[in-house]
């Protein structure tokens, strides 16, 4: 199960075991477990990788009825098409980085933009960065020639680029964090970038979480079942919570919730103060005995909680009130994203998306919004700021175009743009469209991109999208290692 809190910014929980990745890695191959969801087949529902998808900046509260900025979307988005194409791998990868799997071509799984510099991420762990305004690679990101890169995550406190790595030298074995201001990047000054989190062993099945909403990074060190909080924006040890009987911390603004093993029928859980780790309640939550624990998440004062054919239970935990959603309505999803602002969460169950309210109420099904990966990789899904949009590489919808697509699986998917509140597709970039064109050269313009792709190349099998929302642009990677611009 991956869950996402939304708003702003990237979320990331990370969780690797050294040992099936250096099996994997002595064959030449690349393991499934970088986020998301990679979970291990024997990994329990706790152990998850989360990760907050949207917006860069946060802005003030919106009403929750549809804002301004929903019916404006077709309009922003309109006469989209391919401005420039960037390759990860080039001849000089081979001169700039040791280990020879990072060589091969592996698909784009995460990308991430801020001040005009965009960073791709492929599966191999090799991280390229590129600037926007000469569309040049600046730079690869693994400083280290043994270095491979889990995970990337903007810290936009302080404006830089955190990574998220594991060594060849330690077999692999322990997440290093790394923070490099974004103007040394666009420099190629990547070595005035310090390491954080030192004094931690992050070894599995250790983690490092980042958390945009409160401006929170939690660690825990397996080796002595510490969880520690530092502050996001100067990177302080605020506070530490030791106790081996802690299954899984889940954060929510404000406070944490500290689920502890759980007994025959019931689970010990405690809010604390996010600020400085403050009991602030403890309870316990009936359960089935004999049922596996699907999820329990905290939003807010509701607790939810879901066990394997069980309905959904939604708990105030201030007067405990409970609110039963039956199982046949809600089916426990791969996937969950919160969305503060509006006090709604999305579900992703198969390809659906689907958003509920806390008193468990469907609010809006999709009309035209089929995701194109079942296993939801949320890492093809970006949500706006304002909460209102959400963009996705979906199936391209059939029938389309008198009639001469009609029934035909299409190779290609279509990015599909959403509006929450009402489940209308307000706009798309389809393979279907015959005006969507890669766009045009002015002569002598030395800074674009060559563009080998064309624009039903640049749609088939998109592994990661991110949506720029200072700079309306759209920027997609595919499984040949590939990033493509899209805007008008």
Known sequence: MEHHHHKPGLRVRLRITAARRRALLSAGLQSDCRKPPRRDPSDSVHKVARREIGGGHRRPPRPAAPSSSAFSCPEKFRNFQLQEEYDTYDDEVHFLVQLPFLWSRTKIVEI???KDVIFALAQSGLCGA???ATNKRICYLNISPDEVIRSLFYNKNNESLITVSVYESDRFSSLKCR????EYIRRGQLNDGFPLFETESLKYPGFVEFD?????????????????????KNYNFLYSICDKNIQEIKISPGIMLVIYEKSANHVPLK??????????????????????VDFIEQFNEKLLVKQDKENLKIIDVRNSNLIEVNKTEFMTPSAFIFLYENNLFLTFCNRTVAAWNFRGELVTS???????????NTNNI???ADQDLIISYCKASKGVRDGVNEGIASPMGSINMSNIFTGKCVAKISPLDPTLTIAPRKRGDSSRSTIRSTVSDALEDITALFYDEDRN?????NSKGLVHVWSN
């Open 212 to 232: 945009d909403v409160n401006g929170k990074v939690l660690t825990f060190s397996a080796q002595d079942s510490t969880y520690k909080v530092f502050d996001l």
């Open 473 to 477: 642009e759209i920027y997609t990677g």
């Open 382 to 384: 970006y949500i706006t």
């Open 112 to 114: 991430v933009a801020a």
């Open 179 to 182: 923070t490099t201001p974004i």
């Open 130 to 132: 590129f600037n926007r």
């Open 271 to 292: 809010i604390l103060s996010i600020e400085d780790g403050t009991p602030l309640k403890t309870f316990t939550q009936l359960l089935h005995r004999s049922r596996k």
């Open 366 to 376: 999709f009309d035209d919004h089929e995701l194109w990966h079942s296993n939801c």
